[in-house]
């Protein structure tokens, strides 16, 4: 193997070492690809990949490296640089989602009803760009298919106990101990299941999570239960 000059810049040292390894080889199993930017010797060279994480650019920069075979995917991970990603078909088959969404762009509920994946996790500070009283009223009134689970991250607690104070205030009559859930609730918080008809819910809650001063809000939708059912009417 030949030794990496000093002098050499570190993406041309990566070039170099990839290079060394994959010349020739015109499709690359990888289970889980890792993107940051794209060296120019990776084509013709693709990846046949179940999972894509892209770091700095929306995957469709990286669809060129990437075998057709690979989809749909099993998991997507990727910023959002325009609303259009949300009609592409990449983008809608993958089978689990996760997206932050740039800075100048504003996440609106036409957009995530758009969304066809069942589990979606919205990343750092996505509720600060979302309406989730909104969202809510929207499966209620159209209703939403059973096993729905959408995470919404936050870096700041404080943001998530803003979210449940509103919910609170429209969905009072809703709070539950959602027992039977397995989940590490934020103590302090209230919970909620409101019903969507007689066969499913959305259950709304915060959870706690490994990392300091960051947890999440869960939005989920389940089977109703079979027991005690709430009557009471959701506050205008």
């Known amino acids: 193997?030949?030794?990496?000059?000093?002098?050499?810049?570190p993406f041309k040292s990566i070039d170099r070492f990839f290079d060394y390894f994959l010349k020739?080889?015109?499709?690359?199993?990888?289970?889980?690809?890792?993107?940051?930017?794209?060296?120019?010797y990776l084509i013709p060279p693709v990846f046949r990949i179940n999972q894509l994480e892209t770091i700095l650019a929306s995957f469709t920069d990286y669809l060129p490296i990437v075998d057709s075979c690979s989809f749909p995917l099993k998991r997507l991970s990727t910023p959002i640089d325009e609303v259009e990603i949300f009609t592409h078909p990449v983008f809608c088959s993958a089978k689990s989602l996760r997206f932050t969404v740039f800075e100048n762009e504003v996440i609106g509920l036409n957009d995530i009803n758009k969304l066809i994946c069942k589990?979606?996790?919205?990343?750092?500070?996505?509720?600060?760009?979302?309406?989730?009283?909104?969202?809510?009223?929207?499966?209620?009134?159209?209703?939403?298919?059973?096993?729905?689970?959408?995470?919404?991250?936050?870096?700041?607690?404080?943001?998530?106990?803003?979210?449940?104070?509103?919910?609170?205030?429209?969905?009072?009559?809703?709070?539950?101990?959602?027992?039977?859930?397995?989940?590490?609730?934020?103590?302090?918080?209230?919970?909620?299941?409101?019903?969507?008809?007689?066969?499913?819910?959305?259950?709304?809650?915060?959870?706690?999570?490994d990392s300091i001063d960051r947890s999440q809000l869960i939005m989920s939708v389940m089977p109703t239960n079979s027991g005690k059912q709430t009557s009471a009417l959701i506050t205008d």
């Open 119 to 209: 589990n979606v996790e919205f990343g750092s500070n996505s509720l600060l760009k979302m309406d989730i009283v909104e969202l809510i009223r929207y499966w209620e009134k159209n209703g939403k298919e059973i096993g729905t689970r959408y995470i919404f991250s936050q870096d700041y607690d404080g943001h998530i106990e803003d979210e449940i104070s509103g919910a609170k205030t429209k969905f009072d009559g809703f709070i539950d101990e959602l027992e039977g859930i397995n989940e590490r609730f934020l103590p302090s918080s209230p919970r909620f299941s409101i019903p969507i008809n007689s066969k499913s819910r959305i259950c709304l809650y915060g959870i706690e999570t």
């Open 1 to 9: 193997m030949q030794r990496i000059p000093e002098t050499m810049t």
């Open 24 to 40: 020739g080889r015109i499709i690359i199993n990888v289970d889980f690809l890792t993107a940051r930017y794209i060296p120019g």
